[in-house]
Each structure stands twice: as structure tokens, then as C-alpha cells.
Nanobody, 123 residues
Framework: QVQLVESGGGLAQPGGSLRLSCAAS????????MGWYRQAPGKQREPVAT???????NYGDSVKGRFIISRDNAKNTVYLQMNSLKPEDTAVYYCNADVTRRTGAFFKRENYWGQGTQVTVSP
């Protein structure tokens, strides 16, 4: 199995910064796209940023120019640097990854989610 463990959430003031990390562990052969999603109370989960295995990135319109996604393939880790935080960034942030596992003679590609980390932006 594969686990995604997020860290780095917490409380920040408007205009402040936080850095989220998500480390994948387990029986990993390779990792494709990784990304961050968020869900605010009463709202649907939405994509924040994604990064491909070749490090091509995409950002949600609300975070463009403020957030930066990156990855360290040697550590199976994806990061989200969040700058110029706004109260509307308050949400639970979830890590997501497409992981290929080797099971005997076969390879199986599966999608995994982390447990989520709370980010609160408030004066």
C-alpha cells in the first residue's frame, strides 16, 4: 500500500506564508502527477495546483502568482509554498498522487489522497 502524509498546515495571518509538504511512502515504483486540493466548509473540493512527473505545473485561478508547487522525486515529496495568504485560502488542504506499484510481475497505477491538513488564515 501507499500512504501520503501531509504536514505544514496551521494558522497564518493575512499576507503571511505557509509551506505544505506531502511525502509518499510504501511500495512505490514510480509517481506521476502530484497535486494539492482544498476544501472549505460547505464547499466542494477544488484543485489548487498540480505538477506532472516532468514538473509541468498548473494552478487554480485564485492562487496564481501567490502559490508555488514543487516536487522532490528523490524524496517522493511534493510541496506547496503559499504566499500572500488571504482569509479565503482557509480550508483543509489535501495531497493527491498517481502512484504506480509493482505487484509481482505486474504494475498497477492507482490514485491516492492524503488525510488533509488544516490551513487557517485569520488576523
Amino acid at each position: 500500500q501507499v500512504q501520503l502524509v501531509e504536514s505544514g498546515g496551521g494558522l497564518a495571518q493575512p499576507g503571511g506564508s505557509l509551506r505544505l509538504s506531502c511525502a509518499a511512502s510504501g511500495s512505490i515504483f514510480s509517481i506521476g502527477a502530484m497535486g494539492w486540493y482544498r476544501q472549505a466548509p460547505g464547499k466542494q473540493r477544488e484543485p489548487v495546483a498540480t505538477i506532472s512527473s516532468s514538473e509541468s505545473t498548473n494552478y487554480g485561478d485564485s492562487v496564481k502568482g501567490r502559490f508555488i508547487i514543487s516536487r522532490d522525486n528523490a524524496k517522493n515529496t511534493v510541496y506547496l509554498q503559499m504566499n500572500s495568504l488571504k482569509p479565503e485560502d482557509t480550508a483543509v488542504y489535501y495531497c493527491n498522487a498517481d502512484v504506480t506499484r509493482r505487484t509481482g510481475a505486474f504494475f498497477k497505477r492507482e490514485n491516492y489522497w492524503g488525510q488533509g491538513t488544516q490551513v487557517t488564515v485569520s488576523p
